[in-house]
């Protein structure tokens, strides 16, 4: 059942999106080479408490931290840790959300460390403008698989790669709602869309082909062809009036 949240209820969502937006702004500033993914947690750890908010991800599903940091060919769920340094021409995805007041905020970034490729560049415009793209189809009376349809052929007509496994969500006052949306997808299909679902919309994209697997952590999701991966991912609101980001700073 996908539920449809009053305006009250979406600006409780906007308050914990504000500050997703804010810590992910503290820690993109952060990331250079020679920082541990593990100090890009705790770094995230006290913004949110800084704000009175809780980060959401940790002791989720029994995962154990607050942030997800996934390096180059890992596309979602990769665990911080002391030993792992960034180096220069890595790109790391940033995935983060809290809960406040009852309602959670979810998005994510992928952001360069230092130089990068020109190839590792590119993947990550196409992947921040595919999520645009899907954006742009959150209107009133527009299907759900509009969204994933968008992703996917501005995606591959690139020459990139669309993750199947993994999926975009409502969110409220729970981190992962009804319903789950693909990346992928004929359009015109699913539920229609009406003013007051909230979604996390959050493209995958490889550089190569779109096969992952899970590492022995039983998290970190790599790419199988060991190419690099971007993730982007933002709340957005339907209304009236169109899109509303609530994750835009």
């Not at 496994?165 to 981190?175: A, K, R, S």
């Given at each position: 059942?996908?539920?449809?949240?009053?305006?009250?209820?979406?600006?409780?969502?906007?308050?914990?999106?504000?500050?997703?937006?804010?810590?992910?702004?503290?820690?993109?500033?952060?990331?250079?080479?020679?920082?541990?993914?593990?100090?890009?947690?705790?770094?995230?750890?006290?913004?949110?408490?800084?704000?009175?908010?809780?980060?959401?991800?940790?002791?989720?599903?029994?995962?154990?931290?607050?942030?997800?940091?996934?390096?180059?060919?890992?596309?979602?769920?990769?665990?911080?840790?002391?030993?792992?340094?960034?180096?220069?021409?890595?790109?790391?995805?940033?995935?983060?959300?809290?809960?406040?007041?009852?309602?959670?905020?979810?998005?994510?970034?992928?952001v360069a460390v230092g130089k990068i490729s020109e190839d590792a560049e590119?993947?990550?415009?196409?992947?921040?403008?595919?999520?645009?793209?899907?954006?742009?189809?959150v209107v009133v009376g527009n299907h759900l698989s509009d969204i994933s349809?968008?992703?996917?052929?501005?995606?591959?007509?690139?020459?990139?790669?669309?993750?199947?496994?993994?999926?975009?969500?409502?969110?409220?006052?729970?981190?992962?709602?009804?319903?789950?949306?693909?990346?992928?997808?004929?359009?015109?299909?699913?539920?229609?869309?009406?003013?007051?679902?909230?979604?996390?919309?959050?493209?995958?994209?490889?550089?190569?082909?779109?096969?992952?697997?899970?590492?022995?952590?039983?998290?970190?999701?790599?790419?199988?062809?060991?190419?690099?991966?971007?993730?982007?991912?933002?709340?957005?609101?339907?209304?009236?009036?169109?899109?509303?980001?609530?994750?835009?700073?």
């Open positions: 059942m996908i539920t449809l949240r009053s305006q009250r209820e979406i600006e409780k969502i906007r308050k914990a999106c504000c500050i997703v937006a804010e810590v992910l702004q503290h820690i993109k500033e952060h990331i250079q080479p020679g920082v541990t993914t593990l100090e890009l947690n705790v770094l995230s750890e006290e913004l949110a408490k800084k704000r009175k908010a809780k980060p959401a991800f940790k002791g989720y599903q029994g995962y154990p931290y607050s942030l997800c940091t996934s390096i180059n060919e890992e596309v979602v769920h990769g665990m911080p840790s002391k030993h792992r340094h960034l180096h220069e021409g890595d790109i790391i995805s940033i995935d983060f959300g809290v809960v406040i007041d009852g309602y959670y905020g979810d998005s994510a970034i992928t590119q993947l990550c415009k196409v992947t921040e403008q595919s999520l645009y793209e899907g954006i742009r189809q349809h968008a992703i996917q052929s501005y995606v591959e007509s690139r020459g990139y790669s669309v993750v199947r496994e993994f999926v975009g969500h409502g969110i409220g006052q729970h981190l992962h709602e009804s319903p789950q949306i693909p990346n992928y997808g004929p359009p015109g299909r699913g539920v229609k869309l009406r003013a007051g679902m909230v979604f996390a919309i959050e493209p995958m994209i490889n550089l190569g082909g779109p096969e992952v697997e899970i590492l022995k952590d039983q998290w970190t999701a790599v790419t199988v062809d060991r190419k690099i991966s971007a993730h982007f991912e933002h709340t957005v609101a339907v209304t009236d009036n169109g899109p509303d980001i609530l994750t835009r700073l």
